[in-house]
C-alpha cells in the first residue's frame, strides 16, 4: 500500500512539474521521468496501469476559438488590457512574425501550420503580461503543453531578432530633442539620458544560489538600462546576478563604451552615487554633510532628470508582470524573455499603462536606496571619480547656480 501511494504521489508531481517546467518536450519528458520512477519504486509488483490511466485521462477544458471569436469582439480598451500593447501593435508584431525565418522554418512540419501568427503572439502576450502558467497559456489558447512552451521559446527568439529595431543609440536629432527637454523642463543641459539598474525577482537557482541573492536579501537577475526622457530603453544589459554592484555590472559591460561614443562633448547621461563620475557620466556629489546650497541644488535637479529611469522600470513590470517575479527554471531562458520584454516596452505606447492593473505591493522597490547608502556601497566596491568627470559637473554646477540666481531676481 506504501508504494501504492507513492505512485500516486510521483503521479501527482509529475503532472505539476510539466505545468510550468519551461522545457518545450515538457509533457514527455515528465511522463518518462514518471515511469522511470515507478519502476523504483514499485519493487513488489503493484499494478500501476490505473495511476497511469488517471494521469492519461484527467479531463482538461479547453476555451476552443478563443483568437478567431472572442478577441475580435474585444474593444479596444479590452484589448490593450488584456494583451498589453494595442491591437495595430500587435497585428503588425504577428505580419512581420509570419513573414519572419522564426515563422517561415515551421511550414511544411505536421502540426505547427495550425498555430497562426496572430495566436503565437496573443499566447506570448498573455503569458508575460499576466504571469500565467503554461497550463492557463495551453487551456486558452487550445494548445497542448509542450505547445504553448514552444510558442514562448519561439516569440521569445523573434522579438530578440529585432530588437536592434528598437532598442539603439539616438540619432542626431532624437538626441537634440532629448537635450532640449532636459534643459527647458529640468533647466540641465546637455542630458541624453539616465542609467540605473534593478532587480527581477526569481526562484532559488539550482546552481551558484548564492551569487543571486542581491542586498535586500532576495533571488535576482540585474538590469541595467539606459533611458531617454520618453522613458525608452536605449540599451539594456541583462543576466548578471542579483549580488553583483551596479557599478561592476557597468564597468564590465559593452554600456561604458556606448555611452562614450553616443556622448560629444558637452553631453552625458545621468547616474547615481552608485556609478563613478566620469567626463561622460555625472553623478551627484556625495553628501557628507559639507555640501554647499549649490552642491545640493545641483543634487536635486539630477535626481528630478532620473525619474525617467525609475518611472521606465516601473512601467515595464506593470505591463509585463511576469517580470515581478519570474518562476521559470531555466535562467538562460529568464534573461532571454526579460530582454523581450524590454524590446516590447519600447515598441509600446506608454499611455496605455492607464488601463493596466495597479503596481504589485513590492516591499523591495528599486529607488528604497538612499544616496547615502549608494555612495557607502560604491565606496565599498571601490568606486572611484575621475578627475575629468568631476571637472564637468562641477562647471554644470555653476551653470545650475547661475541659473537659478537669474530665476529669482
Avoid at 75 to 100: C, N, V
Avoid at 164 to 171: A, W
Amino acid at each position: 500500500m506504501a508504494n501504492s501511494n507513492a505512485i500516486i504521489v510521483l503521479a501527482l508531481q509529475a503532472m505539476n512539474s510539466s505545468e510550468d517546467s519551461g522545457d518545450e518536450d515538457g509533457e514527455d519528458k515528465h511522463y518518462n521521468e514518471f515511469l522511470s520512477c515507478v519502476a523504483d519504486v514499485n519493487d513488489d509488483g503493484v499494478d500501476f496501469s490505473q495511476v497511469v490511466q488517471i494521469v492519461e485521462q484527467e479531463p482538461i477544458v479547453k476555451i476552443k476559438k478563443y483568437v478567431d471569436l472572442i478577441v475580435p469582439a474585444y474593444s479596444d480598451e479590452t484589448f490593450t488590457s488584456h494583451f498589453r500593447l494595442r491591437r495595430s501593435i500587435a497585428g503588425q508584431l504577428a505580419k512581420t512574425f509570419q513573414e519572419s525565418e522564426n515563422f517561415q522554418s515551421l511550414l511544411g512540419h505536421g502540426g505547427f501550420e495550425a498555430v497562426s501568427p496572430e495566436k503565437h503572439i496573443l499566447a506570448y502576450l498573455w503569458f508575460v503580461g499576466h504571469n500565467s502558467s503554461f497550463r492557463d497559456i495551453s487551456d486558452r489558447f487550445d494548445l497542448s503543453l509542450s505547445g504553448a512552451q514552444s510558442v514562448v521559446t519561439r516569440i521569445t527568439n523573434f522579438i530578440i531578432s529585432i530588437g536592434s529595431q528598437f532598442i539603439h543609440v539616438p540619432t542626431y536629432e532624437e538626441k537634440e530633442s532629448t537635450k532640449m527637454h532636459y534643459l527647458r523642463e529640468k533647466q540641465v543641459p546637455g542630458v541624453l539620458g539616465s542609467i540605473d539598474g534593478s532587480h527581477i525577482r526569481i526562484d532559488k537557482p539550482n546552481v551558484d544560489s548564492d551569487t543571486y541573492v542581491n542586498r535586500k536579501r532576495y533571488f535576482s537577475i540585474h538590469l541595467q538600462g539606459v533611458v531617454n526622457e520618453k522613458r525608452k530603453f536605449l540599451d539594456v544589459v541583462i543576466g548578471w546576478p542579483g549580488s553583483v554592484h551596479d557599478a561592476r555590472v557597468f564597468k564590465n559591460s559593452n554600456t561604458k563604451d556606448l555611452i562614450a561614443n553616443m556622448c560629444n562633448a558637452g553631453e552625458y547621461v545621468l547616474g547615481d552615487s552608485a556609478y563613478p563620475c566620469l567626463s561622460y557620466l555625472i553623478t551627484p556629489y556625495k553628501d557628507y554633510g559639507n555640501l554647499t546650497r549649490a552642491q545640493k541644488q545641483f543634487n536635486t535637479a539630477l535626481s528630478s532628470c532620473r525619474v525617467s529611469v525609475e518611472h521606465a522600470f516601473g512601467i515595464l513590470k506593470q505591463r509585463f508582470r511576469i517580470l515581478y517575479f519570474m518562476r521559470l527554471h531555466s535562467l538562460k531562458k529568464m534573461i532571454k524573455i526579460i530582454h523581450a520584454c524590454c524590446i516590447l516596452h519600447n515598441i509600446a505606447d506608454l499611455e496605455d499603462i492607464r488601463l493596466f492593473e495597479e503596481s504589485e505591493e513590492d516591499d523591495f522597490p528599486d529607488n528604497m536606496v538612499s544616496e547615502e547608502l549608494a555612495a557607502n556601497v560604491a565606496q565599498n566596491e571601490g568606486v572611484i571619480d575621475n578627475p575629468q568627470g568631476a571637472d564637468v559637473r562641477d562647471e554644470l554646477c555653476r551653470q545650475l547656480a547661475s541659473r537659478y540666481e537669474r530665476t529669482t531676481i
